[in-house]
């Protein structure tokens, strides 16, 4: 199943690639306010989910663009976010990923992020490991928030939280080493997976920005929870992940 999973994202990855060589061709509308889709979107979901069935008829689909696709009786859901971080890619910034989890039972058990534009595919299995291609990857071994790099993502589709937000920025801002926002999350939790942050927080993701990097990150060695410290980010789109120490830190500094 991990592998249907890359040769999906790898897939979506070269759709992705071949259009970034001419995003003057772009048709880009926009679902909601700061929230755009383009039909890059829609072809690499469509090729993910092609490859899917292709192998998998039965089971259940949850992804960005084409919504809900239930499977009576199937154990088996797919979480699909065909391009994480459209805006940046709109813009020719690159930073932006295919993001593919499957869950069993409703347990995250395998998932893919793949970053079509450095070529750098993360995996994680649960219960084997996190690897970035093939070299298998820890989160860092920070232990002090003000010695962290901590990633974000601004609520710009929650814009009521805006003040909460900025409050919390202000916290993180003078109590970490660094605070930086790339615009795609599921590529940011990939990050923490691997020691490039040391923690991470947003507010108001889908289920198809986290799922997969979240795994990744518990894989490598590190936690993830909502900003409660409980266990409903997945439910209520609000994350914090970090390693073992940051975290808590960072909750701490959150609720402040």
């Given at each position: 199943?991990?592998?249907?999973?890359v040769?999906?994202a790898?897939?979506a990855g070269?759709?992705?690639?071949?259009?970034?060589?001419?995003?003057?061709?772009?048709?880009?509308?926009?679902?909601?306010r700061?929230?755009?889709?383009?039909?890059?979107?829609k072809?690499?979901?469509?090729?993910i989910?092609?490859?899917?069935?292709?192998a998998?008829?039965?089971?259940?689909?949850?992804?960005?663009?084409?919504g809900?696709?239930?499977?009576a009786?199937?154990?088996?859901?797919?979480?699909i976010?065909?391009?994480?971080?459209?805006?940046n890619?709109?813009?020719?910034?690159?930073?932006y990923?295919?993001?593919?989890a499957?869950?069993?039972?409703?347990?995250?058990?395998?998932?893919v992020?793949y970053?079509?534009?450095?070529n750098e595919?993360?995996?994680a299995?649960?219960?084997?490991?996190a690897?970035?291609?093939?070299?298998r990857?820890?989160?860092?071994r920070?232990?002090?928030?003000?010695?962290?790099?901590?990633?974000t993502?601004?609520?710009?589709?929650e814009?009521?939280?805006?003040?909460?937000?900025?409050?919390q920025?202000?916290?993180?801002?003078?109590?970490?080493?660094g605070?930086?926002?790339?615009?795609?999350a599921?590529?940011?939790?990939a990050?923490v997976?691997?020691?490039?942050?040391?923690?991470?927080?947003?507010?108001?993701?889908?289920?198809?920005d986290?799922a997969a990097g979240?795994?990744?990150?518990?894989?490598?060695g590190g936690?993830?929870?909502?900003?409660?410290?409980?266990?409903?980010w997945?439910?209520n789109?609000?994350?914090a992940?970090?390693?073992?120490?940051?975290?808590?830190?960072?909750?701490?500094?959150?609720?402040?």
């Open positions: 199943m991990l592998n249907i999973a040769k999906a790898r897939r070269s759709i992705i690639n071949r259009a970034a060589l001419n995003r003057e061709g772009l048709e880009v509308r926009a679902k909601h700061n929230d755009f889709v383009t039909q890059v979107d072809a690499a979901e469509e090729a989910l092609s490859v899917i069935r292709q998998y008829p039965d089971h259940a689909v949850l992804a960005e663009e084409s809900v696709t239930e499977s009786g199937s154990e088996y859901r797919w979480i976010d065909p391009l994480d971080g459209t805006t890619f709109i813009h020719g910034f690159p930073q990923c295919v993001s593919i499957l869950q069993h039972r409703g347990v995250t058990a395998h998932g992020v970053d079509p534009a450095r595919l993360f995996t299995s649960k219960g084997r490991g690897y970035l291609d093939d070299r990857i820890r989160v860092s920070c232990a002090q928030l003000k010695d962290a790099l901590v990633g993502g601004f609520p710009f589709k814009l009521a939280r805006l003040d909460l937000y900025s409050r920025l202000r916290e993180l801002m003078t109590g970490s080493a605070v930086r926002r790339a615009g795609a599921a590529l940011d939790l990050y997976a691997c020691g490039r942050l040391d923690a991470f927080w947003e507010m108001g993701l889908a289920p198809w986290m979240a795994l990744m990150i518990q894989e490598a936690l993830v929870s909502d900003l409660a410290g409980a266990q409903g997945l439910e789109g609000d994350i992940a970090g390693t073992p120490k940051v975290l808590a830190q960072l909750l701490a500094a959150l609720r402040a």
